[in-house]
């Protein structure tokens, strides 16, 4: 009797571990397109030029996860890290009266808990009552971290928008 009910336990676990297997699916964190975190990526982004447009450089900053792993890329200038950055921003948005912006090109690319924002920036900030063109290549790395977007780098490269190419 023992050996069949051991035999009957042994069957059954074995059904239940097949069936758990079949039912993992596998997810393809390069073709997959993620569309419910592309839509709080892009709550953030506009989250983060509103805090700009309104001056919050609080608000900004808390879209960053700060800490050794923050890096910054900003025109030639050399890699930039938390304390760089925090400056950087607040020192900007401390500067600005209003600003204005487009994002040409917007494209948000979700690899998990690990999203790429890039985009071709128009930004027309107007610091001390006069208004400057700022065309950059833009990259930003989010990582998710307790359910929440982060900025983990940040590379900036500003540009010459009519700058004729040979």
């Known amino acids: 009797m023992?050996?069949?009910?051991?035999l009957v336990l042994?069957?059954?676990?074995?059904?239940?571990?097949t069936g758990c297997?079949?039912?993992?699916?596998?997810?393809?964190i390069v073709?997959?397109?993620?569309?419910?975190?592309?839509?709080?990526?892009?709550?953030v982004i506009d989250g983060i030029f509103k805090s700009i447009q309104d001056k919050d450089a609080d608000k900004l900053i808390s879209y960053h996860i700060y800490g050794p792993k923050f890096t910054e890329f900003?025109?030639?200038?050399p890699r930039f890290g938390s304390k760089g950055n925090e400056e950087?921003?607040?020192?900007?948005v401390?500067?600005?009266?209003?600003?204005?912006?487009n994002l040409g090109d917007l494209k948000i690319d979700v690899f998990g808990n690990v999203a790429i924002v890039t985009f071709v920036a128009d930004f027309r900030p107007t610091i001390a009552n006069k208004?400057?063109?700022?065309?950059?290549?833009?990259?930003?790395?989010?990582?998710?971290?307790?359910d929440t977007w982060k900025i983990t780098h940040e590379h900036f490269s500003q540009f010459e928008k009519n700058k004729k190419k040979s």
């Open 31 to 43: 073709n997959n397109e993620f569309p419910e975190q592309k839509a709080e990526l892009q709550k």
């Open 2 to 6: 023992k050996t069949k009910l051991t």
């Open 10 to 17: 042994i069957m059954i676990f074995g059904i239940l571990i």
């Open 131 to 146: 208004v400057h063109q700022i065309w950059a290549n833009v990259t930003l790395v989010f990582v998710k971290v307790n």
């Open 94 to 101: 401390g500067a600005i009266s209003a600003f204005d912006y």
């Open 74 to 77: 900003r025109n030639d200038a």
């Open 88 to 92: 950087y921003e607040r020192g900007f």
């Open 21 to 28: 297997k079949q039912n993992e699916q596998k997810i393809d």
